[in-house]
T-cell receptor, first 114, second 112 residues
Framework: DGGITQSPKYLFRKEGQNVTLSCEQN?????MYWYRQDPGQGLRLIYY???????QKGDIAEGYSVSREKKESFPLTVTSAQKNPTAFYLC?????????????FGSGTQLSVL | KNQVEQSPQSLIILEGKNCTLQ??????????LRWYKQDTGRGPVSLTI?????NTKSNGRYTATLDADTKQSSLHITASQLSDSASYIC???????????FGRGTSLIVHP
């Protein structure tokens, strides 16, 4: 069954700690994205990648890092530099990353600060 | 700056009633417009896509309209069901841009 898998569903971060959110897709899509969603806010783009070993900053990249070593994987690290990390994080993919394609989303990871 | 504005911010209706959600955009040059449905604690799922030449498109009880001249779209839900309770997000893509523009969504609650 093709789709995007995010893990874990819930994650807690301590002060000064880096945490990594996993995103895996088996849709054979070239492009992958990370979005942050806060209550009452629209989705904001953190990073996106249109091809393996390449990625671009989105609107709110500060305090986050990503890697794209494999086509199917796009992990997001929330670093200690991100002072307000509590949010719902969504990973998405699209066929080619042209910007006008349907986005396929994972089920999200809720990150909270202890 | 490309922007997408949705209204109302939230809406409460009784089961079986109809409702209409609005989306106004300033994205240019226009490529397409999609409506997504996001259940609580889940990722958004695409409902419909509207291109420049399309005025109306239906997907079951969901009907989307597009007026490219006034840069407005609407999503009409007929005979609402409890499962329609969700956030509905309007997403507009600009030609030549790698990143679509998201609206903040309309939160719909359907009461029995």
């Amino acid at each position: 069954d093709g789709g995007i898998t995010q893990s874990p569903k819930y994650l807690f971060r301590k002060e000064g700690q880096n945490v990594t959110l996993s995103c895996e897709q088996n849709l054979n899509h070239d492009a992958m994205y990370w979005y942050r969603q806060d209550p009452g806010q629209g989705l904001r783009l953190i990073y996106y990648s249109q091809i393996v070993n390449d990625f671009q900053k989105g609107d709110i990249a500060e305090g986050y890092s990503v890697s794209r070593e494999k086509k199917e994987s796009f992990p997001l690290t929330v670093t200690s530099a991100q002072k307000n990390p509590t949010a719902f994080y969504l990973c998405a993919s699209s066929i080619g990353g042209t910007g006008d394609e349907k986005l396929f989303f994972g089920s999200g990871t809720q990150l909270s600060v202890l | 700056k490309n922007q997408v504005e949705q209204s109302p911010q939230s809406l409460i209706i009784l089961e079986g009633k109809n409702c209409t959600l609005q989306c106004n955009y300033t994205v240019s040059p226009f490529s397409n417009l999609r409506w997504y449905k996001q259940d609580t604690g889940r990722g958004p799922v695409s409902l419909t896509i509207m291109t420049f030449s399309e005025n109306t498109k239906s997907n079951g009880r969901y009907t989307a309209t597009l007026d490219a001249d006034t840069k407005q779209s609407s999503l009409h839900i007929t005979a609402s069901q409890l499962s329609d309770s969700a956030s509905y997000i309007c997403v507009v893509s600009a030609a030549g841009s790698y990143i679509p523009t998201f609206g903040r969504g309309t939160s719909l609650i359907v009461h029995p």
